[in-house]
Protein backbone atom coordinates (compact mmCIF):
# COMPACT_ATOMS: atom_id res chain seq x y z
CA UNK A 1 0.00 0.00 0.00
CA UNK A 2 1.43 3.87 -0.83
CA UNK A 3 2.14 5.71 1.44
CA UNK A 4 -1.00 8.07 0.12
CA UNK A 5 -3.19 5.00 -0.03
CA UNK A 6 -2.39 4.00 3.74
CA UNK A 7 -3.52 7.92 5.33
CA UNK A 8 -6.57 7.26 2.94
CA UNK A 9 -6.76 4.28 5.09
CA UNK A 10 -6.77 5.80 8.44
CA UNK A 11 -8.99 8.65 7.76
CA UNK A 12 -12.84 7.66 8.82
CA UNK A 13 -15.62 8.43 6.10
CA UNK A 14 -18.69 9.71 6.96
CA UNK A 15 -20.94 7.44 7.70
CA UNK A 16 -18.41 5.36 9.78
CA UNK A 17 -16.71 7.52 12.02
CA UNK A 18 -17.11 8.47 15.94
CA UNK A 19 -19.33 10.88 15.15
CA UNK A 20 -21.75 9.04 13.13
CA UNK A 21 -21.58 6.13 15.72
CA UNK A 22 -21.92 8.65 18.66
CA UNK A 23 -25.35 10.17 16.82
CA UNK A 24 -26.65 6.95 15.70
CA UNK A 25 -30.10 6.35 16.30
CA UNK A 26 -32.55 3.48 17.47
CA UNK A 27 -36.04 3.73 16.14
CA UNK A 28 -38.24 3.11 18.58
CA UNK A 29 -41.60 3.99 17.08
CA UNK A 30 -42.65 6.42 14.11
CA UNK A 31 -40.75 9.91 14.60
CA UNK A 32 -39.57 8.19 18.02
CA UNK A 33 -35.66 7.12 18.56
CA UNK A 34 -33.47 6.08 21.69
CA UNK A 35 -29.78 7.04 22.02
CA UNK A 36 -27.15 6.50 24.52
CA UNK A 37 -25.66 9.83 24.76
CA UNK A 38 -21.86 9.69 24.52
CA UNK A 39 -19.21 10.36 27.20
CA UNK A 40 -17.31 11.10 24.81
CA UNK A 41 -18.07 14.65 23.92
CA UNK A 42 -18.57 16.37 26.99
CA UNK A 43 -16.72 19.31 28.52
CA UNK A 44 -16.00 18.94 32.19
CA UNK A 45 -19.38 16.98 32.82
CA UNK A 46 -21.55 18.40 30.34
CA UNK A 47 -22.41 16.92 27.50
CA UNK A 48 -21.57 19.20 23.95
CA UNK A 49 -24.24 21.31 22.94
CA UNK A 50 -23.06 21.13 19.47
CA UNK A 51 -23.05 17.22 20.11
CA UNK A 52 -26.81 17.50 21.27
CA UNK A 53 -27.77 19.67 18.61
CA UNK A 54 -26.33 17.06 15.48
CA UNK A 55 -28.58 14.11 17.41
CA UNK A 56 -31.53 16.38 16.99
CA UNK A 57 -30.42 17.40 13.90
CA UNK A 58 -29.92 13.36 12.28
CA UNK A 59 -33.50 12.49 13.59
CA UNK A 60 -35.17 15.27 12.17
CA UNK A 61 -33.28 14.01 8.89
CA UNK A 62 -34.82 10.90 9.31
CA UNK A 63 -38.07 12.22 9.95
CA UNK A 64 -38.49 14.83 7.23
CA UNK A 65 -38.86 14.26 3.60
CA UNK A 66 -35.76 16.18 3.09
CA UNK A 67 -31.84 15.65 5.04
CA UNK A 68 -30.50 18.77 5.05
CA UNK A 69 -30.74 21.44 8.22
CA UNK A 70 -31.07 24.66 6.26
CA UNK A 71 -31.86 26.45 9.74
CA UNK A 72 -32.03 24.75 13.21
CA UNK A 73 -32.87 26.26 16.25
CA UNK A 74 -32.39 24.85 19.59
CA UNK A 75 -33.66 25.68 23.14
CA UNK A 76 -31.55 24.28 26.33
CA UNK A 77 -33.76 23.57 28.69
CA UNK A 78 -31.89 21.35 31.22
CA UNK A 79 -28.24 20.11 31.03
CA UNK A 80 -27.65 17.04 29.31
CA UNK A 81 -25.74 13.96 30.97
CA UNK A 82 -23.90 11.20 29.37
CA UNK A 83 -26.51 7.91 29.22
CA UNK A 84 -29.97 6.91 27.96
CA UNK A 85 -32.59 9.67 25.38
CA UNK A 86 -34.83 9.72 23.75
CA UNK A 87 -35.56 11.89 20.66
CA UNK A 88 -39.23 12.77 19.93
CA UNK A 89 -39.95 14.50 16.71
CA UNK A 90 -43.18 16.21 15.01
CA UNK A 91 -42.87 16.61 11.44
CA UNK A 92 -44.79 20.39 11.29
CA UNK A 93 -45.41 21.22 7.64
CA UNK A 94 -44.02 19.17 4.78
CA UNK A 95 -43.53 21.60 0.91
CA UNK A 96 -41.47 21.19 -2.01
CA UNK A 97 -38.56 22.66 -0.84
CA UNK A 98 -38.58 22.74 2.58
CA UNK A 99 -40.18 20.70 5.42
CA UNK A 100 -40.24 22.25 8.76
CA UNK A 101 -40.07 19.79 12.03
CA UNK A 102 -39.82 19.97 15.71
CA UNK A 103 -37.76 17.35 18.24
CA UNK A 104 -37.10 17.17 21.78
CA UNK A 105 -34.77 15.29 23.42
CA UNK A 106 -35.33 13.98 27.05
CA UNK A 107 -33.43 12.20 29.46
CA UNK A 108 -35.26 10.54 32.73
CA UNK A 109 -35.26 11.37 36.06
CA UNK A 110 -34.79 8.81 39.18
CA UNK A 111 -38.02 7.76 38.92
CA UNK A 112 -37.86 7.24 35.38
CA UNK A 113 -39.89 10.45 33.95
CA UNK A 114 -38.76 12.00 31.34
CA UNK A 115 -37.22 15.18 31.57
CA UNK A 116 -36.84 17.55 28.84
CA UNK A 117 -33.47 18.83 27.66
CA UNK A 118 -33.49 20.45 24.48
CA UNK A 119 -36.38 21.26 22.42
CA UNK A 120 -35.55 22.40 18.28
CA UNK A 121 -37.64 23.89 15.36
CA UNK A 122 -36.04 23.46 12.05
CA UNK A 123 -36.77 23.88 8.51
CA UNK A 124 -34.91 20.94 6.11
CA UNK A 125 -34.24 21.32 2.33
CA UNK A 126 -31.86 19.49 -0.29
CA UNK A 127 -28.43 21.71 -0.29
CA UNK A 128 -27.64 19.71 -3.71
CA UNK A 129 -30.49 21.20 -4.88
CA UNK A 130 -29.27 24.55 -5.15
CA UNK A 131 -28.29 26.61 -7.74
CA UNK A 132 -24.44 27.36 -7.24
CA UNK A 133 -24.87 31.15 -7.59
CA UNK A 134 -22.97 33.07 -4.79
CA UNK A 135 -22.95 36.69 -3.89
CA UNK A 136 -21.01 37.40 -0.78
CA UNK A 137 -19.28 40.15 0.57
CA UNK A 138 -18.11 38.16 3.61
CA UNK A 139 -14.57 37.33 3.72
CA UNK A 140 -13.07 33.78 5.25
CA UNK A 141 -11.45 34.41 8.65
CA UNK A 142 -7.91 35.43 8.67
CA UNK A 143 -6.32 33.09 10.27
CA UNK A 144 -2.18 31.26 10.29
CA UNK A 145 -1.91 28.33 8.65
CA UNK A 146 -2.39 24.85 10.58
CA UNK A 147 0.55 24.25 11.68
CA UNK A 148 0.91 27.68 13.16
CA UNK A 149 -2.20 27.10 15.24
CA UNK A 150 -2.30 25.06 19.11
CA UNK A 151 -4.61 22.65 19.97
CA UNK A 152 -5.27 21.16 23.80
CA UNK A 153 -2.61 18.10 22.90
CA UNK A 154 0.10 21.30 21.86
CA UNK A 155 0.39 22.88 25.82
CA UNK A 156 1.90 21.58 28.72
CA UNK A 157 -1.01 19.69 30.43
CA UNK A 158 -4.22 19.05 29.68
CA UNK A 159 -7.29 21.53 31.20
CA UNK A 160 -8.17 19.12 33.87
CA UNK A 161 -11.67 17.56 33.07
CA UNK A 162 -12.13 18.76 30.02
CA UNK A 163 -10.46 16.32 27.70
CA UNK A 164 -13.14 14.08 26.31
CA UNK A 165 -14.28 16.09 23.77
CA UNK A 166 -10.61 17.35 22.95
CA UNK A 167 -9.88 13.85 22.01
CA UNK A 168 -12.55 13.66 19.40
CA UNK A 169 -11.79 17.13 17.47
CA UNK A 170 -9.28 18.61 15.62
CA UNK A 171 -8.95 22.01 17.23
CA UNK A 172 -6.15 24.12 15.72
CA UNK A 173 -6.67 27.84 17.58
CA UNK A 174 -5.45 31.09 16.09
CA UNK A 175 -2.60 32.38 18.54
CA UNK A 176 -4.02 35.90 18.45
CA UNK A 177 -6.95 34.34 20.04
CA UNK A 178 -5.45 31.95 22.57
CA UNK A 179 -4.17 34.89 25.21
CA UNK A 180 -6.55 33.32 27.97
CA UNK A 181 -4.73 30.23 27.93
CA UNK A 182 -1.41 31.96 29.04
CA UNK A 183 -3.48 34.17 31.38
CA UNK A 184 -3.25 37.22 29.27
CA UNK A 185 -6.93 37.41 27.23
CA UNK A 186 -7.19 39.67 24.64
CA UNK A 187 -10.28 41.63 25.77
CA UNK A 188 -11.36 41.15 22.38
CA UNK A 189 -15.20 38.22 21.74
CA UNK A 190 -13.04 36.80 19.16
CA UNK A 191 -12.17 33.15 18.91
CA UNK A 192 -10.84 31.63 15.65
CA UNK A 193 -10.02 28.12 14.60
CA UNK A 194 -9.24 25.23 12.82
CA UNK A 195 -11.44 22.15 12.82
CA UNK A 196 -12.07 18.59 12.18
CA UNK A 197 -13.36 15.99 13.42
CA UNK A 198 -10.19 13.70 15.19
CA UNK A 199 -10.35 10.34 13.07
CA UNK A 200 -10.16 12.43 9.81
CA UNK A 201 -14.12 12.48 8.74
CA UNK A 202 -15.12 15.01 6.63
CA UNK A 203 -17.47 17.71 7.61
CA UNK A 204 -21.34 16.88 6.34
CA UNK A 205 -24.14 19.33 6.71
CA UNK A 206 -24.57 17.60 10.31
CA UNK A 207 -21.08 17.91 11.77
CA UNK A 208 -21.62 21.67 11.03
CA UNK A 209 -23.61 21.97 13.78
CA UNK A 210 -21.43 20.45 16.15
CA UNK A 211 -18.64 23.08 14.43
CA UNK A 212 -20.62 26.00 15.71
CA UNK A 213 -20.06 25.03 19.15
CA UNK A 214 -17.23 23.44 20.09
CA UNK A 215 -14.42 26.33 20.41
CA UNK A 216 -13.62 27.96 23.86
CA UNK A 217 -16.24 30.62 24.46
CA UNK A 218 -15.56 34.01 23.42
CA UNK A 219 -15.97 35.06 26.90
CA UNK A 220 -12.59 33.38 27.69
CA UNK A 221 -10.66 36.09 25.49
CA UNK A 222 -12.88 38.70 27.34
CA UNK A 223 -11.28 37.69 31.02
CA UNK A 224 -14.07 35.79 32.12
CA UNK A 225 -14.13 32.87 33.95
CA UNK A 226 -16.67 29.95 35.14
CA UNK A 227 -19.52 28.91 32.36
CA UNK A 228 -21.19 30.52 29.43
CA UNK A 229 -24.65 28.09 28.88
CA UNK A 230 -26.03 27.89 25.81
CA UNK A 231 -30.04 29.40 26.26
CA UNK A 232 -30.54 29.46 22.34
CA UNK A 233 -28.93 28.66 19.64
CA UNK A 234 -29.56 28.77 15.73
CA UNK A 235 -27.98 27.36 12.59
CA UNK A 236 -27.96 28.56 8.89
CA UNK A 237 -26.14 25.75 6.75
CA UNK A 238 -25.75 27.53 3.13
CA UNK A 239 -23.57 25.01 1.60
CA UNK A 240 -22.81 21.60 1.75
CA UNK A 241 -19.11 21.82 2.80
CA UNK A 242 -15.89 20.47 0.74
CA UNK A 243 -13.47 17.82 2.15
CA UNK A 244 -10.91 18.75 4.33
CA UNK A 245 -10.33 20.70 7.44
CA UNK A 246 -12.98 24.07 8.08
CA UNK A 247 -12.00 27.52 9.84
CA UNK A 248 -14.31 28.13 12.15
CA UNK A 249 -14.62 32.38 13.40
CA UNK A 250 -16.56 33.05 16.32
CA UNK A 251 -17.27 36.84 17.66
CA UNK A 252 -18.59 38.23 20.39
CA UNK A 253 -19.88 41.66 20.65
CA UNK A 254 -21.80 42.64 22.91
CA UNK A 255 -21.73 41.55 26.56
CA UNK A 256 -24.76 43.34 28.28
CA UNK A 257 -26.97 42.55 31.46
CA UNK A 258 -25.03 39.25 32.19
CA UNK A 259 -25.66 37.97 28.55
CA UNK A 260 -23.69 37.94 25.47
CA UNK A 261 -24.11 36.61 21.60
CA UNK A 262 -21.47 34.30 19.90
CA UNK A 263 -22.05 34.41 16.11
CA UNK A 264 -20.32 31.89 14.46
CA UNK A 265 -18.82 31.48 10.96
CA UNK A 266 -17.83 28.13 9.24
CA UNK A 267 -15.82 28.08 6.27
CA UNK A 268 -14.39 25.03 3.75
CA UNK A 269 -11.23 24.53 1.95
CA UNK A 270 -13.01 25.88 -0.82
CA UNK A 271 -13.24 29.01 0.98
CA UNK A 272 -17.27 28.81 0.95
CA UNK A 273 -19.31 30.42 3.61
CA UNK A 274 -20.99 27.14 4.62
CA UNK A 275 -22.81 27.34 8.26
CA UNK A 276 -23.35 30.75 10.22
CA UNK A 277 -24.92 30.90 13.39
CA UNK A 278 -25.74 32.69 16.98
CA UNK A 279 -26.52 31.57 20.21
CA UNK A 280 -27.33 33.92 23.09
CA UNK A 281 -25.69 32.42 26.01
CA UNK A 282 -25.65 33.43 29.84
CA UNK A 283 -22.68 33.84 31.84
CA UNK A 284 -21.99 32.86 35.20
CA UNK A 285 -19.61 33.95 36.74
CA UNK A 286 -16.78 31.54 38.19
CA UNK B 1 -52.89 73.45 27.00
CA UNK B 2 -48.89 74.24 26.31
CA UNK B 3 -47.96 73.43 23.19
CA UNK B 4 -45.64 70.76 24.64
CA UNK B 5 -49.01 69.41 26.36
CA UNK B 6 -50.70 69.43 23.30
CA UNK B 7 -47.93 67.43 21.18
CA UNK B 8 -47.65 64.62 24.07
CA UNK B 9 -51.14 64.44 24.41
CA UNK B 10 -51.22 63.60 20.96
CA UNK B 11 -48.55 60.69 21.58
CA UNK B 12 -50.00 57.42 21.65
CA UNK B 13 -49.24 55.47 24.89
CA UNK B 14 -48.23 52.14 25.48
CA UNK B 15 -50.81 49.96 25.80
CA UNK B 16 -53.09 52.39 24.09
CA UNK B 17 -52.16 52.46 20.48
CA UNK B 18 -53.08 51.12 17.17
CA UNK B 19 -50.39 48.70 17.76
CA UNK B 20 -51.59 47.01 21.23
CA UNK B 21 -55.36 46.73 19.72
CA UNK B 22 -53.90 45.40 16.46
CA UNK B 23 -51.79 42.86 18.68
CA UNK B 24 -54.60 42.66 20.87
CA UNK B 25 -55.56 38.79 22.26
CA UNK B 26 -59.07 37.38 23.13
CA UNK B 27 -58.19 34.68 25.71
CA UNK B 28 -60.30 31.70 24.91
CA UNK B 29 -59.44 29.18 26.89
CA UNK B 30 -55.98 28.68 29.24
CA UNK B 31 -53.08 29.07 27.08
CA UNK B 32 -54.95 30.04 23.65
CA UNK B 33 -56.15 33.50 22.51
CA UNK B 34 -58.40 34.56 19.11
CA UNK B 35 -56.66 37.30 17.12
CA UNK B 36 -58.09 39.04 14.11
CA UNK B 37 -55.23 39.73 11.92
CA UNK B 38 -55.40 43.78 10.92
CA UNK B 39 -55.13 44.49 7.32
CA UNK B 40 -53.48 47.31 8.65
CA UNK B 41 -50.18 45.52 8.61
CA UNK B 42 -50.09 44.39 5.10
CA UNK B 43 -46.90 44.24 2.57
CA UNK B 44 -49.00 44.64 -0.74
CA UNK B 45 -51.16 41.29 0.26
CA UNK B 46 -49.01 39.65 2.63
CA UNK B 47 -49.21 40.19 6.78
CA UNK B 48 -45.88 41.69 7.96
CA UNK B 49 -43.69 38.96 9.65
CA UNK B 50 -42.47 40.86 12.68
CA UNK B 51 -46.17 42.40 13.08
CA UNK B 52 -47.15 38.50 13.60
CA UNK B 53 -44.28 37.91 15.42
CA UNK B 54 -45.20 40.50 18.01
CA UNK B 55 -48.61 39.17 17.90
CA UNK B 56 -47.12 35.67 19.43
CA UNK B 57 -44.54 37.22 21.51
CA UNK B 58 -47.74 38.91 23.26
CA UNK B 59 -49.29 35.56 23.80
CA UNK B 60 -46.11 34.24 25.23
CA UNK B 61 -45.89 37.40 27.38
CA UNK B 62 -49.03 36.19 28.60
CA UNK B 63 -48.65 32.39 29.19
CA UNK B 64 -45.04 32.41 30.59
CA UNK B 65 -44.05 34.03 34.13
CA UNK B 66 -41.90 36.15 32.42
CA UNK B 67 -42.74 38.59 30.17
CA UNK B 68 -40.02 39.87 27.83
CA UNK B 69 -38.62 37.72 25.15
CA UNK B 70 -35.04 36.96 25.22
CA UNK B 71 -34.89 35.11 22.02
CA UNK B 72 -37.77 34.40 20.21
CA UNK B 73 -37.26 31.75 16.71
CA UNK B 74 -39.65 32.04 14.35
CA UNK B 75 -40.38 29.04 11.47
CA UNK B 76 -42.63 30.72 9.04
CA UNK B 77 -44.86 27.66 7.48
CA UNK B 78 -47.58 29.47 5.14
CA UNK B 79 -48.48 33.00 4.11
CA UNK B 80 -50.87 34.88 6.86
CA UNK B 81 -53.90 37.07 5.58
CA UNK B 82 -56.16 39.42 7.52
CA UNK B 83 -58.65 38.22 9.49
CA UNK B 84 -59.42 35.27 12.65
CA UNK B 85 -56.49 33.46 13.54
CA UNK B 86 -55.95 31.58 16.88
CA UNK B 87 -52.69 31.65 19.04
CA UNK B 88 -52.06 28.37 20.92
CA UNK B 89 -49.37 28.28 23.49
CA UNK B 90 -47.28 26.13 25.51
CA UNK B 91 -45.08 26.08 28.44
CA UNK B 92 -42.28 24.28 27.83
CA UNK B 93 -40.43 25.06 31.17
CA UNK B 94 -41.05 27.28 33.84
CA UNK B 95 -36.87 28.60 36.20
CA UNK B 96 -36.54 31.37 37.71
CA UNK B 97 -34.48 33.59 35.49
CA UNK B 98 -36.28 32.16 32.15
CA UNK B 99 -39.17 30.61 31.20
CA UNK B 100 -39.40 28.77 27.35
CA UNK B 101 -42.71 28.46 25.69
CA UNK B 102 -44.01 27.78 22.22
CA UNK B 103 -46.37 29.08 20.05
CA UNK B 104 -48.14 28.62 16.97
CA UNK B 105 -50.89 30.97 15.00
CA UNK B 106 -53.42 29.45 12.80
CA UNK B 107 -55.95 30.29 10.47
CA UNK B 108 -58.73 28.51 8.93
CA UNK B 109 -58.90 27.03 5.23
CA UNK B 110 -62.76 27.01 3.87
CA UNK B 111 -63.66 24.49 5.58
CA UNK B 112 -62.84 25.80 8.86
CA UNK B 113 -59.62 23.41 9.16
CA UNK B 114 -56.80 25.06 11.27
CA UNK B 115 -53.77 25.62 8.64
CA UNK B 116 -50.36 26.38 10.75
CA UNK B 117 -48.91 29.72 9.43
CA UNK B 118 -46.12 30.30 12.22
CA UNK B 119 -44.19 28.16 14.60
CA UNK B 120 -42.60 30.20 17.61
CA UNK B 121 -39.68 28.58 20.20
CA UNK B 122 -38.61 31.45 22.90
CA UNK B 123 -37.48 32.23 26.21
CA UNK B 124 -38.56 34.88 27.78
CA UNK B 125 -36.94 36.85 31.32
CA UNK B 126 -37.37 40.73 33.38
CA UNK B 127 -35.09 42.61 31.27
CA UNK B 128 -35.52 45.08 34.16
CA UNK B 129 -34.55 42.60 36.97
CA UNK B 130 -30.49 42.19 34.51
CA UNK B 131 -27.85 43.81 36.10
CA UNK B 132 -26.87 47.12 34.09
CA UNK B 133 -23.15 46.38 32.79
CA UNK B 134 -22.61 46.70 29.15
CA UNK B 135 -19.57 45.63 27.40
CA UNK B 136 -19.90 46.09 23.42
CA UNK B 137 -17.55 46.45 20.71
CA UNK B 138 -20.70 47.29 19.00
CA UNK B 139 -21.07 50.68 17.60
CA UNK B 140 -24.46 52.48 16.42
CA UNK B 141 -24.74 52.85 12.70
CA UNK B 142 -23.98 55.80 10.65
CA UNK B 143 -27.17 57.05 9.59
CA UNK B 144 -27.76 60.69 9.46
CA UNK B 145 -30.36 62.93 11.16
CA UNK B 146 -33.94 62.33 10.90
CA UNK B 147 -34.83 65.08 9.09
CA UNK B 148 -32.10 63.97 6.25
CA UNK B 149 -33.56 60.73 5.84
CA UNK B 150 -36.71 59.50 3.57
CA UNK B 151 -39.85 57.82 4.27
CA UNK B 152 -43.01 56.72 2.17
CA UNK B 153 -44.43 59.71 2.39
CA UNK B 154 -41.40 61.81 0.93
CA UNK B 155 -41.79 60.07 -2.52
CA UNK B 156 -43.39 61.92 -5.42
CA UNK B 157 -46.07 58.68 -5.51
CA UNK B 158 -46.50 55.98 -3.11
CA UNK B 159 -45.72 52.11 -4.10
CA UNK B 160 -48.44 50.48 -5.30
CA UNK B 161 -50.16 48.28 -3.24
CA UNK B 162 -47.45 48.79 -0.19
CA UNK B 163 -49.62 51.68 1.59
CA UNK B 164 -51.27 49.93 4.43
CA UNK B 165 -48.13 49.36 6.25
CA UNK B 166 -46.56 52.67 5.36
CA UNK B 167 -49.47 54.49 7.74
CA UNK B 168 -48.63 52.39 10.72
CA UNK B 169 -45.33 53.08 10.57
CA UNK B 170 -42.04 56.22 10.79
CA UNK B 171 -39.93 55.24 8.70
CA UNK B 172 -37.18 57.02 7.58
CA UNK B 173 -34.32 55.54 5.44
CA UNK B 174 -30.56 56.47 5.21
CA UNK B 175 -30.58 57.65 1.39
CA UNK B 176 -27.14 55.83 1.00
CA UNK B 177 -29.48 53.03 0.96
CA UNK B 178 -32.25 54.15 -0.51
CA UNK B 179 -30.84 53.52 -4.53
CA UNK B 180 -33.34 51.29 -5.29
CA UNK B 181 -35.99 53.49 -4.89
CA UNK B 182 -34.84 55.73 -7.92
CA UNK B 183 -33.32 52.54 -10.04
CA UNK B 184 -29.92 53.05 -8.60
CA UNK B 185 -29.79 50.19 -6.28
CA UNK B 186 -26.03 50.35 -4.40
CA UNK B 187 -25.52 46.40 -5.26
CA UNK B 188 -24.31 46.13 -1.00
CA UNK B 189 -26.47 44.52 1.34
CA UNK B 190 -27.40 47.42 3.68
CA UNK B 191 -30.50 49.13 4.60
CA UNK B 192 -30.58 51.56 7.82
CA UNK B 193 -32.95 53.63 8.42
CA UNK B 194 -35.18 55.38 11.72
CA UNK B 195 -38.15 53.46 13.05
CA UNK B 196 -41.05 54.48 15.15
CA UNK B 197 -44.92 54.00 15.16
CA UNK B 198 -46.77 56.54 13.52
CA UNK B 199 -49.14 57.38 16.57
CA UNK B 200 -45.92 57.92 18.53
CA UNK B 201 -46.06 55.10 20.46
CA UNK B 202 -42.25 54.21 22.12
CA UNK B 203 -40.79 51.15 21.80
CA UNK B 204 -41.09 48.10 24.21
CA UNK B 205 -39.92 44.67 23.71
CA UNK B 206 -43.09 43.53 22.02
CA UNK B 207 -42.33 46.25 19.55
CA UNK B 208 -38.78 45.43 18.95
CA UNK B 209 -39.86 41.97 17.27
CA UNK B 210 -41.81 44.13 13.98
CA UNK B 211 -38.92 46.87 13.71
CA UNK B 212 -36.44 43.68 13.18
CA UNK B 213 -38.62 43.23 10.02
CA UNK B 214 -40.01 46.13 9.35
CA UNK B 215 -37.73 47.83 6.17
CA UNK B 216 -37.16 47.09 2.92
CA UNK B 217 -35.83 44.11 2.31
CA UNK B 218 -31.20 44.71 1.60
CA UNK B 219 -32.08 42.30 -1.97
CA UNK B 220 -33.40 45.63 -3.00
CA UNK B 221 -30.22 47.34 -2.57
CA UNK B 222 -28.72 44.41 -3.78
CA UNK B 223 -30.86 44.94 -7.37
CA UNK B 224 -33.00 42.26 -6.82
CA UNK B 225 -36.69 43.10 -7.35
CA UNK B 226 -39.59 40.29 -6.79
CA UNK B 227 -40.15 38.85 -3.35
CA UNK B 228 -38.30 37.70 -0.44
CA UNK B 229 -40.35 35.47 1.93
CA UNK B 230 -38.69 34.52 5.61
CA UNK B 231 -38.28 31.02 6.59
CA UNK B 232 -36.65 31.57 9.94
CA UNK B 233 -36.14 34.87 12.04
CA UNK B 234 -34.35 35.01 15.10
CA UNK B 235 -34.79 37.92 17.65
CA UNK B 236 -32.90 38.60 20.56
CA UNK B 237 -34.05 41.37 23.27
CA UNK B 238 -31.00 42.72 25.38
CA UNK B 239 -32.39 45.91 26.77
CA UNK B 240 -35.84 47.54 27.56
CA UNK B 241 -35.55 50.31 25.04
CA UNK B 242 -35.10 53.81 26.08
CA UNK B 243 -37.89 56.02 24.97
CA UNK B 244 -37.61 58.13 21.43
CA UNK B 245 -37.23 56.38 17.93
CA UNK B 246 -34.63 53.40 17.03
CA UNK B 247 -32.38 53.34 14.56
CA UNK B 248 -32.34 49.72 12.54
CA UNK B 249 -28.89 48.45 10.66
CA UNK B 250 -29.97 45.65 8.57
CA UNK B 251 -26.86 43.66 6.69
CA UNK B 252 -26.64 40.90 4.42
CA UNK B 253 -23.43 39.53 3.18
CA UNK B 254 -24.60 36.24 2.08
CA UNK B 255 -26.63 35.33 -0.54
CA UNK B 256 -25.82 32.17 -1.95
CA UNK B 257 -28.17 29.27 -3.87
CA UNK B 258 -30.80 31.17 -3.70
CA UNK B 259 -31.11 32.13 0.21
CA UNK B 260 -29.67 35.29 2.23
CA UNK B 261 -29.71 36.14 5.25
CA UNK B 262 -30.78 39.25 6.94
CA UNK B 263 -28.87 40.41 9.87
CA UNK B 264 -30.48 43.48 12.29
CA UNK B 265 -29.94 45.38 14.91
CA UNK B 266 -32.19 47.90 16.93
CA UNK B 267 -30.46 51.01 18.69
CA UNK B 268 -32.40 53.10 21.19
CA UNK B 269 -31.97 56.97 22.15
CA UNK B 270 -29.28 56.21 24.57
CA UNK B 271 -27.29 54.50 21.96
CA UNK B 272 -27.98 50.72 23.82
CA UNK B 273 -27.90 47.91 21.53
CA UNK B 274 -31.36 46.87 22.14
CA UNK B 275 -32.32 43.95 19.74
CA UNK B 276 -30.35 41.64 17.30
CA UNK B 277 -31.81 39.25 15.28
CA UNK B 278 -31.30 36.99 12.40
CA UNK B 279 -33.26 35.63 9.01
CA UNK B 280 -33.34 33.13 6.71
CA UNK B 281 -35.06 34.61 3.29
CA UNK B 282 -35.76 32.81 0.03
CA UNK B 283 -35.12 34.83 -2.80
CA UNK B 284 -38.10 34.52 -5.20
CA UNK B 285 -37.02 36.49 -8.41
CA UNK B 286 -39.76 39.12 -9.58
Redesign the interface.
Known amino acids: MSEAASAQATRAAIGDSEFDRDTALIPRAPGVYDIDLSAGWTIINAVNGGYLLAVLGRALADALPHADP??I?A?Y??ASQPGPAVVRTDV??TGRT?S?G?ASLFQYDEEGREV?RI?????YGD?DA?????????EPPAIPPLDQCFGPQDGPAPVSGSSAIADRLMIKIDPATLGWAVGAPSG??EMRAWFGLADGRDADPLSLLLAVDALPPTAFE?GLKGWVPT??L?V?V??RPAPGPLRVSITT???????L?EDAEVWDSNDR?VA?S?Q?ARVRLG
Chains 1, 2 share one sequence.
Do not use: C, I, W, Y
Open positions: FTSHLTVRLTQERVLASLLPDDVRTTAKGLVETHRSRNLAGGFELQRL
